[in-house]
């Protein structure tokens, strides 16, 4: 059974800083690119970052970048999201998620990889 499972959020002020850590178990780690998603209050699920199964390619939202890293550690089947400079709009509930991730839609989005149950961050002004 996959197990997908994050830390590291937590309640902080603008322009501080937090690393989100997920570990996954029960599945090959190092085949699989991951990615981070998050979900604002009352808005959908959006993605956040991503990287490739050896950590050499790497993709960001606009909003995110130059503020936040995403990395891995396959010898310890884990993926980090470094998060800087943190600001309001930035608070929701993260997710980490391996390849291929979702699947979206006219009629929502679908989950495809494995999916944790998320941490929440709160920046607050």
């Known amino acids: 059974q996959v197990q997908v499972n994050e830390a590291g959020g937590g309640l902080v002020q603008a322009g501080t800083y937090l690393t989100l850590s997920c570990k996954v178990s029960?599945?090959?780690?190092?085949?699989?690119?991951m990615g981070w998603f998050r979900q604002p209050p009352g808005k959908e699920r959006e993605f956040v970052s991503s990287?490739?199964?050896?950590?050499?390619?790497?993709v960001y939202i606009d909003s995110v970048k130059g503020r936040f890293t995403i990395s891995r550690d396959n010898s310890r089947d884990s993926v980090f999201l470094q998060m800087d400079n943190l600001k309001p709009e930035d608070t929701g509930d993260y997710y980490c998620?391996?390849?291929?991730?979702?699947?979206?839609?006219?009629?929502?989005?679908?989950?495809?990889?494995?999916w944790g149950q998320g941490t929440q961050v709160i920046v607050s002004s």
């Open positions: 990287i490739n199964w050896n950590g050499d390619n790497t």
């Open positions: 029960g599945r090959t780690f190092s085949d699989s690119a």
């Open positions: 998620a391996t390849s291929p991730f979702r699947a979206c839609s006219s009629d929502g989005c679908y989950e495809l990889g494995d």
